[in-house]
């Protein structure tokens, strides 16, 4: 069975400051792992995604995330803070064995201070 | 990139009825859907698995009588809440399945509202 778990409900930084939202996972299998970005009363916006390869994924609008094995963590950050990054943000691990099953996190609320 | 859609975008009927919900991918054919729901500041948990031309497999604790699920074409499938009562009121969110790139499309959602 797979799991994620996300370390934080809320995170709150300044604007300019580093972003750093932490995710945990576990599978049995050599998962795919993804952040989404979901802002209020829509859907979700895919930010990156990890397959295979490189374990540094770099994603849309600064964002990246470093799959590390060893410790089964796919931490997301950004070097910089913007106010539009405020929303809700979800990590994700998906079987490719599975059926691509998708496991969704609790979800980490990103709170950007001017 | 890939764009899936879902019909309506919100929806308020009363207690008692039923209500279809739609979710389309627009540029590419799913074989596989999957159905969400979220209730407000909570994570989505996954509802069904839906496959075209077979039945839907549903998480357990999850009413397969309550929530017909269809997936009738490569492009097509639907969510149906029959006897909606206030406590099925959340946010449905349905996603497709393109194996080709491997990757999930979400849809934007629905969102019920029973009275």
């Known amino acids: 069975a797979q799991s994620v778990t996300q370390l934080g409900s809320h995170v709150s930084v300044s604007e300019g400051a580093l972003v750093l939202l932490r995710c945990n996972y576990s599978s049995s299998v050599p998962p795919y792992l993804f952040w989404y970005v979901q802002y209020p009363n829509q859907g979700l916006q895919l930010l990156l995604k990890y397959t295979t390869g490189a374990t540094l994924v770099k994603g849309i609008n600064g964002f990246e995330a470093e799959f590390k094995k060893s410790e089964t963590s796919f931490h997301l950050t950004k070097p910089s803070a913007h106010m539009s990054d405020a929303a809700e943000y979800f990590c994700a691990v998906s079987d490719r064995t599975g059926g691509f099953k998708t496991i969704f996190g609790a979800g980490t609320r990103l709170f950007v201070k001017a | 990139g890939a764009v899936v859609s879902q019909h309506p975008s919100w929806v308020i009927c009363k207690s008692g009825t039923s209500v279809k919900i739609e979710c389309r991918s627009l540029d590419f054919q799913a074989t596989t859907m999957f159905w969400y729901r979220q209730f407000p500041k909570q994570s989505l948990m996954l509802m069904a698995t839906s496959n075209e031309g077979s039945k839907a497999t549903y998480e357990q604790g999850v009413e397969k009588d309550k929530f017909l699920i269809n997936h009738a074409s490569l492009t097509l499938s639907t969510l149906t809440v029959t006897s909606a009562h206030p406590e099925d009121s959340s946010f449905y969110i349905c996603?497709?399945?393109?194996?080709?790139?491997?990757?999930?499309?979400f849809g934007p959602g629905t969102r019920l509202t029973v009275t």
């Open positions: 996603s497709a399945m393109d194996r080709t790139m491997g990757e999930q499309y």
